[in-house]
């Protein structure tokens, strides 16, 4: 019995998920990446937004995106990488969205990351700020990293706003306090199977209290895996955990988690076409 598949959630054909937040550029996925595309394939998962963190991954992306119809691309430079940015570096990314509008959705993963120390605060914050500026200039959504930082993000965000290509506050992870202040500034709560654990309860509360049309669903992969998979590889069709549990936290069906939060997804980042699973 240990080694009997976990059976996934099960949804109507007529349903589908967007991972809005994901890494397969990472070297996690490069053994069986097409096979890891196909599971998704199977769970209904119908586009995985694969995220940029500095140049390099940014261009990884945007191949991946060029190569795979489900997928799309970000670019940014995230907090952990602002001490190694180049004098030209926001000017390389802005060309890279210009050359590749197709394949580019978003401008992100920039914020702010107070655990770690791998940048300076105040490097990290002006860094924040000049691609807060290029995003709006690009007319891109922006996807917000937030590590024990609440604080100094909403207000650099109030003093950046309004956002007119709106944003997402990537792996939630305040209180429903913090998230009613991020939500008065038009942006989206995006929630990752940390949503599953037993120490969730703030993200858990979140899930269920929020406005279910601003919430957007993410695995972060290949970090953060939903129970069942806690400790393994995350992965885009592990999605379906997620939403699970927000369904089972706000008493409806599944299948009204996937379509919301899809529709959220398709309007943040203007994900129009029509992709066959």
């Known amino acids: 019995m240990k080694n009997q598949p976990i059976p996934f959630p099960k949804i109507s054909e007529e349903a589908f998920f967007i991972d809005s937040h994901c890494h397969l550029d990472m070297d996690d996925y490069a053994d069986d990446l097409e096979i890891v595309l196909e599971r998704a394939r199977q769970q209904h998962i119908r586009t ?24 799309k691309a970000t670019v940014g430079i995230h907090p952990h990488n602002v001490s190694d940015i180049q004098p030209n570096a926001l000017d390389i990314l802005a060309g890279l969205v210009e050359t590749h509008r197709d394949q580019v959705v978003g401008y992100g993963e920039i914020g702010l990351d107070y655990v770690k120390h791998h940048a300076p605060p105040d490097l990290q914050r002006r860094c924040f700020r000049a691609q807060l500026g290029l995003a709006r200039e690009l007319g891109l959504p922006v996807i917000i990293h937030d590590r024990e930082a609440h604080a100094d993000i909403l207000s650099i965000l109030r003093a950046e706003a309004p956002f007119q290509h709106g944003g997402v506050m990537h792996c939630f992870s305040g209180s429903m306090a913090f998230a009613r202040q991020i939500l008065e500034l038009g942006f989206h709560l995006s929630i990752p199977g940390v949503v599953t654990f037993k120490n969730g309860a703030d993200l858990q509360e979140t899930a269920r209290l929020a406005p279910l049309t601003s919430l957007l669903l993410e695995t972060d992969g290949p970090f953060l895996s939903p129970v069942p998979y806690r400790g393994k590889r995350n992965e885009p069709a592990f999605l379906l955990h997620t939403a ?5 936290l706000r ?11 899809s529709a959220n997804a398709m309007g943040l980042f203007r994900l129009t076409e029509t992709i066959t699973i």
């Open 48 to 71: 995985i937004i694969t995220i940029g963190i500095d140049e390099k991954s940014s261009r990884q992306a945007i191949t991946l995106a060029g190569k795979y119809p489900m997928i």
């Open 244 to 248: 699970r549990m927000i369904a089972e």
């Open 251 to 261: 008493g409806i069906s599944i299948d009204e988690v996937a379509f919301q939060t």
